[in-house]
């Protein structure tokens, strides 16, 4: 069955360092990827989302590109801060589904 | 954008109890909700899927008859958790998809709520 798998946390970054969250998916077809943020005892927010191939969705200064030759959906920021700080959850979605999540990835931002 | 409101946010219940968690689409039409449980430093379990007018669908190993959901409007699904004991204390989360966007786009969640069972 369909699948997304990203890297284990937690990840610890210095504020204004380079993140990279790595994310792979396992899918029939042509899913809908997306990145959610959650914060502590919260829900999850949407944070990002590309529908097709070559899609790069960004906010808030995160980035991620629908790779299909890799099957990958990395998110990537060039300078976290410390409100950044909340665990990342990828995603995917074939319609109809309920969205399949990863594990999630801890970051841990400190100034 | 598109809310979805969870209530109650907390929610403590003595053993043998039953709890109701509402989830509700504030501006938009969802036929379709999703409930998940969350353990903690945990991803999130898909418990069921809630449609509109009929029955839930329920995952493997999720019990029916504890985990009552029903899904009377096109902006509401209730979960009850029956008989609460101490194990099913966890994070409950719903989700919705804005019906008007169609199937192959985000889903939006509550806020989730904190079930401690004592």
């Known amino acids: 069955g369909d699948s997304v798998t990203q890297m284990e946390g937690p990840v610890t970054l210095s504020e204004e360092a380079f993140l990279t969250i790595n994310c792979t998916y396992t899918?029939?077809?042509?899913?809908?990827l997306f990145w959610y943020v959650q914060y502590p005892g919260e829900g999850l927010q949407l944070l990002l989302k590309?529908?097709?191939?070559?899609d790069k969705g960004s906010n808030k200064g995160f980035e991620a590109t629908y790779r299909k030759e890799t099957t990958s959906f990395h998110l990537e920021k060039g300078s976290v801060q410390v409100s950044d700080s909340a665990v990342y959850f990828c995603?995917?979605?074939?319609?109809?589904?309920?969205?399949?999540f990863g594990k999630g990835t801890t970051l841990s931002v400190s100034s | 954008g598109a809310v979805v409101s969870q209530h109650p946010s907390w929610v403590i219940c003595k053993s043998g109890t039953s709890v109701k968690i509402e989830c509700r689409s504030l501006?938009?039409?969802?036929?379709?909700m999703f409930w998940y449980r969350q353990f903690p430093k945990q991803s999130l379990m898909l418990m069921a899927t809630s449609n509109e007018g009929s029955k839930a669908t329920y995952e493997q190993g999720v019990e029916k008859d504890k985990f009552l959901i029903n899904h009377a409007s096109l902006t509401l699904s209730t979960l009850t958790v029956t008989s609460a004991h101490p194990e099913d204390s966890s994070f409950y989360i719903c989700?919705?998809?804005?019906?008007?966007?169609?199937?192959?786009?985000?889903?939006?969640f509550g806020q989730g709520t904190r079930l401690t069972v004592v």
């Open positions: 501006d938009f039409q969802a036929t379709t």
């Open positions: 590309a529908t097709k191939a070559d």
């Open positions: 995603a995917l979605n074939q319609a109809g589904t309920a969205l399949i």
């Open positions: 899918a029939t077809g042509y899913p809908s």
């Open positions: 989700s919705a998809r804005d019906r008007d966007r169609g199937t192959n786009t985000e889903a939006f």
